[in-house]
């Protein structure tokens, strides 16, 4: 009888020791209190949350599964499904759509030739909606991969941040 190869950990090394630093933050048996970390650093890494990454943060947390499952698709800042190499969140609150969020939405559609929740054909791009990103004064804004924040989004502004994003992806 042949023996069953061992699959590699999802995990690498490297996200295993952001995580351990996270959990330094939290009494031993709080180790839960870092999931919402434990996410963000391995969707930095592998650029979603698949169910085997919610199996191995639950593994690794000493969690159930279905409760790293209900933070990771409770919080949009999660992807639980592959998305494009940039994720540009647009702002649709009340104060953006005040002051031309829903132009520059419309912009970003047209331009990059997708709807929200949507990714372009060259997998660079998936645009999303976002609820309040705190900065409304400085309306429109747009996040990049939930890292990057984007204001007084126009239509020059909007173009050159996406040529930016296109030279970076090549």
């Keep these: 009888m042949s023996a069953v190869p061992e699959t590699p950990p999802l995990l690498s090394d490297a996200a295993r020791s952001r995580i351990e630093r996270e959990l330094a933050k939290y009494p031993p048996e709080q180790r839960q209190s870092a999931v919402m970390s434990a996410l963000a650093i391995v969707q930095d890494e592998t650029g979603w949350i698949s169910p085997q990454v919610i199996d191995e943060v639950a593994a690794y947390l000493g ?3 279905i409760a790293v499952h209900e933070v990771a ?3 949009g800042m999660y992807n ?3 998305i494009g190499k940039y994720r540009i969140s647009v702002c ?3 104060p953006c759509e005040l002051r031309e969020g829903g132009k520059a939405a ?3 559609k047209e331009k990059l030739g997708v709807e929200f929740g949507e990714t372009t054909a060259d997998g660079l791009f998936t645009l999303k909606e976002s609820e309040c990103l705190g900065s409304c ?3 429109p804004v747009l996040l ?3 890292k990057r924040m984007c204001s007084f989004m126009d239509n020059a502004r ?3 941040l996406i040529a930016e994003l296109k030279e970076a992806g090549r």
């Design 106 to 108: 419309a912009y970003l």
């Design 73 to 75: 698709t409770f919080y």
């Design 63 to 65: 969690m159930p599964p």
């Design 80 to 82: 639980t499904r592959p």
């Design 92 to 94: 649709t609150c009340l």
């Design 144 to 146: 990049v991969n939930n």
């Design 137 to 139: 004064g400085d309306a």
């Design 158 to 160: 909007l173009d050159a």
